[in-house]
């Protein structure tokens, strides 16, 4: 059992490092962590696109002064 923790976190630190010190693991990472972002803001603005089929409802529609 601790020779299999010790094992899975040297494998992983190593993956760690791999990643972080190669130009295309560099690239991969970041790649994916804007990927991440695209997805979570996607998800964000999912119940305003349910609603109002992507315009979010705000409180300026109900101001007779703002213009539409």
């Given at each position: 059992?601790?020779?299999r923790r010790l094992?899975?976190?040297i494998?992983?630190?190593?993956?760690?490092l791999a990643t972080l010190?190669?130009?295309m693991?560099?690239?991969v990472t970041l790649a994916s962590l804007v990927r991440v972002a695209e997805v979570s803001s996607?998800?964000?603005?999912?119940?305003?696109?349910i609603v109002d089929h992507?315009?979010?409802f705000t409180l300026d529609r109900l101001d007779t002064t703002c213009p539409q």
């Open positions: 059992m601790i020779r094992f899975t976190g494998v992983a630190s190593a993956l760690v010190i190669t130009p693991g560099r690239a996607k998800v964000l603005r999912l119940p305003c696109w992507s315009k979010c």
